[in-house]
Nanobody, 125 residues
Framework: QVQLVESGGGLVQAGGSLRLSCAASGRTSNRYAMAWFRQAPGKEREFVATISWSGSTYHADSVKGRFTSSRDNTKNTVYLQMNSLKAEDTAIYYC???????????????????WGQGTQVTVSS
């Protein structure tokens, strides 16, 4: 089993930046594709980004050019740098992991085995 803990959420004004972190523990010797999802009140869970073990990334159209995912495998940590934040970015952000040594993970939540508890991001307008 792998445990994921997100951190770095908070309240920020529109146009500001936040960096989320997702720290993994447990069976971290395996290679995992990682992903970020978010869920706003009353809305479906939405794909944000995925990153392969080697660091290749894919971002949803809604965040391209503003959000950047990265990872440091020596620290078992994945990051989501969020710039130019908008009010519509307000959501709970979740980190997810899937055992996969190469390539991006899927863009569907059902494709992931491990999830963090989520961290709240609130963007004021």
């Amino acid at each position: 089993q792998v445990q994921l803990v997100e951190s770095g959420g908070g309240l920020v004004q529109a146009g500001g930046s936040l960096r989320l972190s997702c720290a993994a523990s447990g069976r971290t010797s395996n290679r995992y594709a990682m992903a970020w999802f978010r869920q706003a009140p009353g809305k479906e869970r939405e794909f944000v980004a995925t990153i392969s073990w080697s660091g290749s990334t894919y971002h949803a159209d809604s965040v391209k050019g503003r959000f950047t995912s990265s990872r440091d495998n020596t620290k078992n940590t994945v990051y989501l740098q969020m710039n130019s934040l908008k009010a519509e970015d307000t959501a709970i952000y979740y980190c997810a992991a899937r055992m996969q040594p190469t390539g991006w993970g899927p863009s569907t939540s059902q494709g992931y085995d491990y999830w963090g508890q989520g961290t709240q991001v609130t963007v004021s307008s």
